[in-house]
């Protein structure tokens, strides 16, 4: 067991190392960045001066280690655009907004989609089964900007329900929040669905329902536990791919989070911020990614042993 | 002795299947929904008077099915709908698909040669997918966009080296099970090289499920692609796209929100239709409930 949780740390702190690399390698890739950030008109000499102020005058494989050491240091490098604005900071004012948003998305996307996996094996209906998944494969057949952009028409623009761009209140958090989590029903209605069906047939199944329990029972008492397993991993990488993947649903709602920024940092062509918002996030991916593994022996017995 | 033959009354059971087996439907219609789209963005542009960049200010904002020379209306520079989304279709359609051959390329080859020569060389590539999986696309395409700009070409080179991992999981897994039956290892014993043998017996086992897989990825490609391009990091403007043209008509909503609808519901005819054809390879919906009992 401990084995298997240093070696899974290693492995994380690898993959972050390796994101650290890519995201310095590509900040480099392109030669100099003053080039990028001055007017075209710009003399040799003024390149020159803004290459040196931002210190990417000195070789490279110092940079790196400069880099890398800053980052230990929790320095993520200053915005090109704004020199006085960490590109840390930048990033870490909108977070709550994203992890808000996604947290929120997941978790009743998840508990929706578990209420309609229960219901549809309660009652043994496969039409409520063809239902919720036709349902659902639908509405993932829609792009989520274009889901989005229908809900804003309908309950901003035609009711004037709920507000459409920004966030003015709790009420902001419902068309986003509805647009994620209906695009992530169907993933896991699917999964839970044939998990539940595998499940139905084991000899601890019969022997509940031979002891007289009921079918809610036996469904909720017996089966979910088991058939929430296969599940986790999947809910795990979702997870993660909402912490840094809302971008397209921040674009539709003008939500002010993390991609909000990293849009406005490429179209000024501020790589520093990029580059902070892409560590940020790839911190969270791999810490999900291995709670997630942590948490499988805790509930899974069996996996305990391996 | 005489053989007495008795008359037994013999019951006729009419067994009946449980559950009919029927040839779903549904395959069917998803392919008519793309054909029908195919045929649309071919034949559209070639048609006299189409023309998605001309503008015309004196007939902009234009609703659907009010003006007999626009017939789905203008946008707000008056250039006509159904000329755009027709092109943009081409656009949309030939991006997306450029993506999956990419990867259905580099995926098949990959995955063959890692269950074909098994050791280091499947490892390496173990390690490689891992770590493509536990990177942010999107976040990876905004981080290049924001050094060399975004452009279409851009798009399909990231996307087209980040979704192969499937195609190669297949690929290995089918390879693998090739491994040491007779037709693999007696060309081999005679002297063919390994190339002969993976391109004349491993692939034709290869190809099936990998384009099976690729006829549903063809679905999730477009989404995000056209994610991509309503964020402005793939084909740039004036060039229309569904995406884009879902973003162009975003600031129109509340005026003429058909300049958003009309695209999107491209997409969803597109991604809906290829859902549906390739249920025709899935067993969904195949697994029996367990009934309620009325008890």
Redesign the interface.
């Known amino acids: 067991m401990i084995r298997y949780l240093v070696r899974r740390l290693l492995q994380g702190v690898l993959?972050l190392f390796?994101?650290v690399t890519?995201?310095f390698v590509?900040?480099r890739?392109?030669g100099k960045p003053a080039a990028?950030l001055l007017t075209e008109g710009a003399t040799a000499q003024q390149i020159d001066e803004l290459n040196g102020r931002l210190g990417f005058n000195r070789p490279l494989g110092e940079q790196y280690l400069d880099y890398l050491g800053g980052l230990l240091r929790g320095d993520f490098g200053v915005s090109y655009r704004n020199p006085s604005a960490p590109a840390i900071t930048l990033i870490a004012e909108r977070l709550p907004a994203t992890i808000s948003l996604a947290l929120i998305s997941f978790a009743i996307g998840l508990t929706v989609a578990i209420g309609a996996a229960i219901l549809?094996?309660?009652?043994?209906?496969?039409r409520l089964?063809?239902t919720f998944?036709w349902g659902g494969?639908?509405r993932?057949?829609?792009?989520?900007?274009?889901f989005g952009?229908?809900l804003?028409?309908i309950l901003s623009?035609g009711l004037h329900a709920l507000p459409s761009l920004g966030f003015t209140g709790p009420l902001s958090y419902v068309l986003p929040v509805i647009t994620i989590a209906t695009g992530q029903f169907v993933l896991y209605v699917r999964l839970l669905?044939?998990a539940l069906?595998e499940q139905?047939t084991q000899d601890y199944v019969v022997t509940a329902y031979a002891r007289g329990k009921s079918?809610a029972a036996v469904v909720v008492g017996e089966m979910l536990p088991n058939a929430l397993l296969p599940i986790l991993t999947m809910a795990g990488m979702n997870l993660a791919?909402l912490l840094?993947?809302t971008?397209?649903v921040e674009?539709?709602f003008a939500w002010p989070g993390v991609g909000q920024v990293?849009?406005q940092?490429?179209s000024t062509?501020?790589?520093a911020v990029?580059?902070a918002?892409?560590l940020v996030?790839?911190i969270m991916?791999?810490v999900v990614?291995l709670a997630v593994d942590l948490l499988y022996p805790v509930l899974d017995p069996r996996v305990r042993l391996a | 002795m005489t053989e007495q033959l008795i008359d037994i009354p013999v019951e006729t059971v009419v067994v009946r299947p449980r559950r009919r087996v029927r040839k779903s439907v549904l395959p069917i219609i998803g392919g008519t929904l793309l054909l029908c789209m195919l045929l649309f963005v071919i034949i559209v542009p070639l048609l006299p008077g189409v023309d998605p960049l001309a503008q015309d200010l004196s007939h902009a904002n234009l609703p659907p099915f009010t003006d007999s020379a626009h017939l789905l209306g203008t946008d707000s520079l008056g250039r006509d709908t159904l000329s755009r989304i027709a092109q943009g279709g081409r656009t949309t359609i030939a991006i997306t698909l450029a993506i999956v051959v990419i990867n259905v390329i580099i995926g098949a080859t990959i995955g063959l040669l890692a269950g074909f020569f098994g050791g280091w060389i499947d490892r390496l590539i173990g390690l490689v997918s891992d770590?493509i999986l536990?990177?942010?696309v999107?976040?990876?395409l905004?981080?290049?966009?924001?050094?060399?700009?975004?452009s279409a070409t851009l798009m399909v080179v990231v996307l087209g080296c980040t979704f192969w991992m499937g195609y190669a999981r297949v690929a290995r897994a089918v390879t693998l099970s090739l491994r040491g039956r007779d037709f693999i290892v007696a060309p081999q014993i005679l002297g063919a090289s390994a190339s002969w043998t993976i391109r004349r017996h491993v692939l034709p086992h290869v190809v099936p499920p990998v384009l099976i897989l690729a006829v549903t990825d063809v679905?999730v490609v477009m989404?995000l692609q056209?994610?991509l391009d309503?964020?402005?990091?793939g084909v740039q403007p004036p060039a229309p796209t569904w995406?884009g043209l879902?973003?162009q008509?975003?600031p129109v909503?509340?005026t003429n929100?058909w300049q958003?609808?009309l695209p999107?519901l491209s997409?969803?005819i597109l991604?809906?239709g290829t859902?549906l054809l390739s249920q025709r390879f899935t067993a969904?919906?195949s697994?029996?409930?367990?009934?309620?009992?009325t008890a």
């Not at chain 1, 993932?140 to 274009?146: C, G, H, Y």
Request: proline share 5%; charged share 10%; hydrophobic share 55%.
């Open positions: 993959t390796c994101v890519i995201a590509l900040g890739a392109s990028l549809i094996h309660i009652t043994g209906s496969t089964r063809a998944v494969s639908l993932q057949a829609m792009p989520d900007f274009f952009v229908v804003v028409l623009v669905d044939s069906s139905s079918q791919g840094g993947g971008v397209i674009t539709v990293l849009m940092a490429v062509r501020d790589f990029v580059q918002g892409l996030v790839a991916f791999v990614n | 770590a536990s990177l942010p999107v976040l990876l905004i981080a290049i966009s924001a050094i060399v700009g975004p679905g989404l056209a994610g309503f964020l402005g990091l995406g879902i973003l008509g975003q909503l509340s929100p958003s609808i999107g997409i969803f991604v809906a859902q969904e919906g697994i029996p409930l367990r009934r309620a009992r």
